[in-house]
């Protein structure tokens, strides 16, 4: 089996990048995979810290292979989606996260299997190592489930997946998202925060690569493979990233066992059961869902009414 390389951006956060580089060397394919590390520009005040990212990953080893590629210029989408596609355009495959993933001695065994077992699979689109923390039945035989939303949090994919993928949501997909009642509840199923994240990004004032994917993927009918156990960990949500809020609903303990052998499910239909638990999760509380809401509501209204302004200055830049 060909292991997929593995690509981490980075910006200036040396702490969560150090835990993120030792975890992946304690996985056993480390040292056969290769390593590609896209180090962003520093902005103005942020020199210092860049820089002793950059001192610090000449020192990483551990790896077959590592490659570090210095932006000369700051820019977290194009340092991001640049490294994905120069990976997929040389070797087909890829394995992507952040610098605030940490992941489990398994992760890279799973996600090797997983792109192995599903690459001629049309079905699928994206393999992920993330699994929320929701409720598994206890008599789900399997070592995976399958869902119809993307997740970036440590993700595998193909050149040919992710070429299908446009890098704004084209007009056509939310026409037959939004406009069609039965598609708006069967997308919402996914989890309620779907509704105002993807007509944020569509109007473009944010730029989540994995927000834009969620769309076109539902009206591709495409799936992700999760796995039952919790195989990555972010260690960003503390407020010192991109998200600003520290979100305390993802905190969970890796699991540290290793496979025997992964199963996979026979039948390519989600779970019903695993289906609702993740839109529990991903909707929250009544109150937070009439906030979904509400925020949908403001984004047309900014749009549509009131708010909107001929000039772009209002843009936010958030990627995956």
């Known amino acids: 089996m060909k292991l997929a390389p593995i690509g981490i951006s980075t910006y200036s956060r040396l702490n969560h990048l150090t835990q993120t580089i030792e975890a992946l060397k304690k996985n ?14 520093p902005k103005a005040g942020d020199e210092e810290k860049v820089k002793a990212v950059r001192t610090y990953l000449k020192t990483i080893n551990g790896f077959k292979r590592i490659e570090i590629i210095e932006r000369q210029t700051n820019s977290r989408t194009y340092n991001n989606r640049q490294g994905m596609r120069m990976m997929l355009d040389r ?3 890829m394995i992507f996260m952040e610098e605030d993933i940490v992941t489990a001695p398994s992760f890279l065994e799973y996600m090797n299997f997983g792109l192995n077992a599903y690459e001629n699979n049309s079905t699928i689109f994206s393999i992920t190592g993330h699994c929320p923390p929701i409720h598994i039945p206890a008599d789900y035989p399997y070592d995976v489930f399958l869902h119809p939303r993307f997740d970036p949090w440590g993700f595998g994919i193909w050149k040919d997946r992710f070429d299908m993928i446009e890098m704004k949501i084209p007009q056509r997909i939310t026409r037959q998202v939004y406009l069609n009642p039965k598609k708006l509840y069967k997308f919402s199923k996914g989890g309620l925060d779907l509704l105002p994240l993807v007509l944020n990004n569509y109007f473009e004032y944010a730029d989540g690569l994995d927000v834009r994917i969620f769309p076109q993927q539902f009206i591709m009918n495409m799936l992700t493979v999760y796995p039952v156990k919790h195989l990555v960990k972010n260690i960003g949500l503390d407020g010192s990233g991109v998200h600003p809020k520290k979100n305390p609903m993802y905190k969970i303990d890796l ?11 026979i039948d ?10 993740v ?7 009544y109150w937070n869902r009439f906030r979904q809401i509400a925020w949908l509501i403001l984004i047309i209204l900014r749009k549509t009414l009131v708010f909107e302004k001929k000039s772009d200055q209002g843009k936010l830049a958030n990627d995956i």
């Open 255 to 265: 699991w540290e066992g290793r496979f025997q052998k992964i199963s996979l499910p």
């Open 28 to 41: 056993s394919l480390a040292s056969e995979s290769e390593l590609y590390v896209f180090s962003d520009a």
């Open 268 to 277: 390519l239909n989600p779970n019903y059961e695993i289906m609702k638990n």
């Open 91 to 93: 070797h087909g495959k």
């Open 279 to 285: 839109y529990k999760f991903k909707s929250g509380s």
